[in-house]
């Protein structure tokens, strides 16, 4: 008995399979999406294993609602934005979401590899641990989860205003930490 | 760096997916979530549509549903005018039955959509 052939297809295939009822089709979703959502949820501040129970409960909510997925954007897209609606609502409901510049420690859960595009992820992981919870969490939305400035204003419901403030804050932080290693490459090179 | 282009390159950094040992393990967690979820759904719907056969059943036969079949077998014989509203006049008996006539049309209906849904994911699922 020879093993089943994981299902092949264009995600928007594969999510109209499911809307079906495939859940083959969709289990190749999941492979295809798991990590991105998992590190998106781990990059906007939830610990590990917290990243990883909404993760899958995104899955699942993405299941029951793959029908509406239209393909007007990337699956990707539309299972992070699920995932991200989720740990912001944990965050709500824990009184956890305060908009203060304290740096929250968060735990290193990335893993290191060795491949050629590593360095730059641990670069971003490490460079986001020096953003305080609101940056981290604006920046993520922003740019991990494609949300505009409206709609993570609206998800945290604060101004547009405080949004764009947290995220030009963050992005100048993250510039001076990733700039970093290329300056001192730049300087190895020169010297 | 110029801003729009450390943006473009923070949204690739972020686009890169992080690689993770137990990614397969993960996958299995929610496929077997998803399975356990499906396997509870056909229960529910096998419960829901036997339940309401059964209600439908027992309504059914508290009626005089069957007699008044019976009686409508036995005059075929008659015109097909005649029978068709002797038909008429039958339903409307069995309609206005006191015992929750609506009820009973209800249940039936109910009855067949949850066997009609269950079928369908049955087949959909097989």
Redesign the interface.
Known sequence: MGMERPPTGHDVELAAQAA??D?RA??EL??R????V???L??MGADSATA?DL??DA??TG?EQVAEFRGEGTFGAWIKKIAARLYLKKVKREARLIFSDTVEPVEDV??R?A?K?AA??I???EALKSLSRGERLC??LC??ADWSHAEAAEALNIPIGTVKSHVKRG?DK??AK??RPEEGARREAHG | MAEPDFEAQLSRMFAEPPSFPDAALFNAEVAAKLDRGWAMRRMFIAVAGGAAGLVAAFQLLSTRFSNEVAQLSKNGSHTLENEISASVAKFNAVLTTPSSAEAVWLAAGLAVVALAFFVTRAVEDF
């Open positions: 079906a009822g859940r969709y289990g999941v492979r999406h798991g990590s991105a998992r590190g998106l781990r990059r990883d993760a899958q899955f699942m299941f990335m893993v590899d491949s595009d730059s992820r670069d971003l992981d920046v993520s740019y991990g992005l993250l510039r990733l700039a």
